[in-house]
């Protein structure tokens, strides 16, 4: 059984039974308590589907026998439909829904809403969102059909903002970061006390802005998330290291560890954790140690084209040093 929460309040472990849960029958299933909050708002259940999260969603689209489209058209949909968003339609009895509400839960693989409106007046308002500015002017994908970002990006809204985003649809409805309870973003649920953005929601031209608080929001949220999964990958190749520092002191490592490795200009994620690996195997500051000359030739080279370049010498490096002290010697150079 899954535990409904409204989102717009702070979240509680999944295990953990919260006060603010609505009451759920014994043992009802995902799929009854979604049609369940359908009913109840009088509306009609709706998935937003992300193809780039499951390589399977195109074939089960395919034998759908539910509405269904892309909120790509024309020649990016042609183009890039195996990792575009679907709209599709949820009915109690579908194969579809069914697979939706227990294949792909807790894979971040999409969300549903409730709205008490036409499938295609939906999909004209959702196809508004995927393209939207920063106060700045930059121009770029929103992936608002993804949980982690839904998550994140309606408790900044204003008052303003969710209006115009959620147009005819009553609540969003997305996986917690577990999986273990289906968050409720209800459109009468979020502070009726919040106040009007100086920006607006959208520009002169339609598309809609995204403020810089909200954008602080996604990078702050987007590096806690790395940040669990470095907890978990650390713990598994430097278990000594992690058990005498404890989580808190790892956490801190792993953040010390994006700072320096950003002054060398490494911040992809893949990059990031290969920097901190070195760091965990070689001490906090390897970089600046007198002891391992090559760390700092290769962090302050000029010669490297671009970041992976980088990385990747010093990863090479740093095993090559490994194995020269496995064997007793540092004679010649790698």
């Known amino acids: 059984m899954f535990q409904v929460k409204s989102g717009f309040k702070p979240l509680k472990e999944d295990a953990v039974a919260s006060d603010t849960a609505d009451s759920q029958p014994e043992g009802q299933s995902l799929a009854e308590q979604l049609l369940q909050l359908a009913e109840e708002d009088s509306g009609q259940l709706f998935a937003l589907l992300d193809a780039a999260r499951t390589d399977t969603v195109l074939e089960k689209l395919a034998h759908a026998e539910v509405e269904y489209r892309s909120l790509y058209l024309g020649q990016a949909e042609e183009q890039y439909s195996g990792v575009s968003p679907f709209l599709v339609e949820c009915k109690e009895d579908a194969e579809l829904f069914n697979w939706l509400t227990t294949d792909t839960w807790g894979g971040a693989c999409g ?25 700045a002017g930059e121009k770029f994908l929103f992936r608002f059909y993804d949980p982690r970002v839904l998550r994140v990006y309606l408790p900044t809204c204003t008052a303003q903002e969710l209006d115009h985003f959620y147009g005819q649809a009553t609540r969003f409805l997305v996986e917690s970061p577990a999986g273990g309870t289906i968050l409720s973003y209800h459109k009468y649920d979020a502070d009726a006390g919040k106040a009007k953005s100086d920006v607006g929601p959208t520009d002169v031209m339609g598309k809609m802005i995204i403020r810089d608080p909200q954008m602080a929001s996604f ?12 907890v978990v990958h650390l713990n598994e190749f430097f278990p000594e290291q992690c058990e005498a520092l404890g989580e808190p ?31 965990f195997a070689y001490g906090r500051d390897f970089d600046k140690n007198p002891e391992l000359p090559w760390a700092a030739e290769v962090l302050n080279s ?11 010498e010093l990863h090479r490096k740093s095993v090559w040093h490994a194995h020269q002290a496995a064997n007793g010697t540092e004679e010649g150079r790698a």
């Open 219 to 230: 990078t702050e949220a987007s590096i806690k998330d790395f940040e669990n999964r470095m």
């Open 302 to 312: 000029s010669k490297y084209a671009d970041q992976t370049t980088r990385i990747e």
């Open 111 to 135: 969300i549903f809403l409730i709205a008490d409106d036409t499938f295609i007046n939906l999909f004209t308002h959702f196809r508004k969102f995927l393209m939207v500015k920063t106060e």
């Open 249 to 279: 002191k790892t956490r801190e490592a792993i953040r010390y560890g994006i700072k320096r490795a950003a002054t060398y200009g490494i911040d992809t994620e893949r990059n990031v954790c290969k920097y901190t690996d070195i760091m």
